[in-house]
């Protein structure tokens, strides 16, 4: 049966665009820093949304994906990057993919942060109304990032996994790994939508699930919300 809740969905939506910006700027930082000026020449070392955006891959599929009760999937526009301007492409591949990740968890502390000084300073929440803004915009937001970082660690391509574990193997295991890169995208399509098709339970999905609670219930014991 459907779940549609339109403002659930557009709200769910504008949440996870923004949270992704902040992951794609992590690539293009990080890509920046180690030599490689090529996102920020064209835009894409930015804070704009809209640079960022595609349009089935940011908008559409994810929108589909929370209106109909689905699975929440989606991409941004990758950020280029050139392997010649890097120092050392192999280790500096994998620190660029791992920025994006390590972006998302830090969004996860700031919004976290924020819960815990609004309710020491003022008491916030402390009304029914104060309640919902607090559990929609500042924990779901927070749970969205950290289900960003955790899902884009699969090591699986193109997800930033892939180059995190191909950085971390040493050169010939490395080799070997990569022959996988040309049936990364087709075996993340049978992880998000063969059990749903199957109507079996996605192991996968359980995983993402528990590390991503997981992480989120550390982070608010780290900033005193536990």
């Given at each position: 049966m459907f779940n549609i809740d339109p403002y659930q969905a557009i709200l769910r939506v504008c949440?996870?665009?923004?949270?992704?910006?902040?992951?794609?700027?992590?690539?293009?930082?990080?890509?920046?820093?180690?030599?490689d000026p090529t996102a920020e020449d064209e835009g894409r070392m930015?804070?704009?949304?809209?640079?960022?955006?595609?349009?089935?891959?940011?908008?559409?599929?994810?929108?589909?994906?929370?209106l109909f009760g689905g699975a929440f999937f989606g991409w941004a526009k990758p950020v280029p990057v050139n392997p010649r301007n890097l120092r050392n492409p192999k280790?500096?591949?994998m620190i660029i993919a791992a920025a994006g990740p390590i972006m998302n968890i830090v969004c996860t502390i700031i919004l976290l942060g924020i819960a815990k000084l609004?309710?020491?300073?003022?008491?916030?929440?402390?009304?029914?109304?104060q309640?919902?803004?607090?559990?929609?915009?500042?924990?779901?937001s927070a749970i969205i990032s950290i289900f960003l970082a955790v899902f884009n660690m699969l090591p699986l391509f193109p997800l930033d996994g892939f180059s995190v574990v191909y950085g971390l193997l040493p050169w010939r295991q490395a080799q070997a790994f990569a022959r996988l890169?040309?049936?990364?995208?087709?075996?993340?399509?049978?992880?998000i939508f063969l059990p749903s098709l199957l109507n079996i339970p996605n192991p996968v999905f359980w995983f993402i699930v528990t590390v991503s609670y997981g992480i989120f219930d550390m982070v608010a014991i780290l900033v005193g919300l536990r």
């Open positions: 949440q996870f665009i923004v949270l992704l910006t902040f992951h794609e700027w992590g690539h293009a930082k990080s890509a920046n820093m180690l030599g930015s804070f704009n949304p809209a640079v960022h955006i595609d349009l089935i891959g940011t908008i559409i599929l994810p929108l589909l994906g929370t280790r500096d591949l609004l309710r020491v300073t003022i008491g916030f929440p402390d009304s029914a109304t309640l919902q803004i607090d559990i929609i915009l500042l924990r779901q890169r040309p049936y990364g995208m087709i075996i993340l399509m049978c992880i």
